[in-house]
């Protein structure tokens, strides 16, 4: 059984990445529950049911920080309870990780989830990204790692990865990894990077205040709290397709139907136009 994050019938761009790679490679898949469109948090109850009721062993896809498109992410003791959950039933914990540094700013403690799975004796897989903590969208850099139980595992696994990459795309671009491997390699470009991901990660935090409170000085009978509870680069609105639509037509304001906003494009000189294009878009319903 192979399961993916759900957001109920919610569907982003993220979803439907994993869900077409799963269709292509044939293998069935199923959703769990992770969003609750209510508090517009996680749904923790449901989540650890699913994956209490789920058959031993399956195999879980999880964002270990900054959700997307959700914006929502476990508390510690939250991910402690589901690693503990994932050892009794044998699953296999595989993180996708594309955003960290984005959830609190501070690279280790968003990398937290998956070392409290690999404190807990989880094996684990995760797919790390650079594209946005190091703004190398073109490049296609990113790094695969496999926790193995011991070396003759970690043969074999690398080699059936080799044949499907080869398969593939053969051989990845080299210009990317060069980057982040000279940055991560050098420690004054590494700690200067460090503080740049705070820097990007602070700025989006202090926008998703200033959203809010604009909302709320506009009067706005609903309520604004998940967009400072929500973290990472997106803000998940709970704007219906219609006041995504009355965004688009009236504002050019532009965000995916299910209403996720990307935080990194709201700014100081733009945020209330935002709040008052939003404000409009939503005080008739
Ligand atoms: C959760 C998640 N994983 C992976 C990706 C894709 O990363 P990459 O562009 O490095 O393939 C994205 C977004 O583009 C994403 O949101």
Redo the contacts with the bound molecule.
Sequence with gaps: MHELPSVNDLQSC?MY?HHNIWRDALVPERTFHYYHPDSKGLNFSALMDDVKNAPDGSFFLL?PCAH?PTGVDPTEEQWREISYLFKVKNHFPFF?M??QGFASGDLDRDAQSIRIFVEDGNLIGCAQ?F?KNMGL?GH?V?CLNVLCNDAKQAVAIKSQLQQIARAMYSSPPVHGILLVSGILSDPSMKALWVEEVKVMANRIQSLRTTLRKSLEQLSSSLNWEHITNQVGMFCFSGLTPEQVDRLQRGFHIYMTLDGRMSMAGVTTGNVSYLANAIHEATKFG
């Design positions: 993220a990445s964002h997307n996708d594309a955003y990204s594209a969208y296609r990113g």
